[in-house]
């Protein structure tokens, strides 16, 4: 037993999964392979696969019952934890709490908050909204 399943992928490893699989699901496909044909399956997807993101799943004979592998953009990952599979998370990316003008502008140069209100600017968003608008009029 195999199951493929595709996130946001492009029409060509769709169509072609189609080909050799059931299309179960949109993005979900389920087959029964050999080895050599289920590895030749997934190198094509990882081929393929350019922004997007896979896993395959098929059955071993493991405590687990099966094995699995991903590719692509995924925040998950399978680890082995002495010989029994699991999926870790990767971690997400830091978000800033204060915006910069880097945010607007590739080329303007970071600012940090104390430098902000040196220079004048609020790193509140309420004072931020009362100086834009008191900057437009």
């Avoid at 946001?8 to 949109?26: E, F, K, S, Y």
């Avoid at 696969?49 to 094995?67: H, S, T």
């Avoid at 399978?78 to 910069?100: C, E, H, I, N, S």
Wanted: proline share 7%; glycine share 6%.
């Amino acid at each position: 037993m195999l199951v493929i399943a595709v996130e946001n992928a492009p029409p060509r490893p769709r169509d072609w999964l189609a080909v050799w699989q059931l299309g179960i699901h949109a993005g979900g496909y389920m087959g029964v392979h050999l080895r050599k044909v289920r590895e030749i399956i997934w190198e094509q997807v990882v081929d393929s696969i350019e922004n997007d993101n896979a896993v395959i799943a098929w059955l071993e004979p493991n405590d687990a019952g099966f094995e699995c592998d991903i590719c692509g953009v995924n925040r998950r990952v399978p680890v082995d934890l002495d010989g029994f599979q699991l999926m870790a998370f990767r971690p997400a990316k830091a978000a800033r709490l204060l915006p910069t003008r880097a945010d607007q502008n590739r080329w303007a140069q970071p600012r940090m908050p104390m430098d902000m209100m040196r220079q004048g600017c609020s790193t509140s968003l309420f004072h931020a909204s009362q100086q834009w608008s008191t900057m437009s009029s």
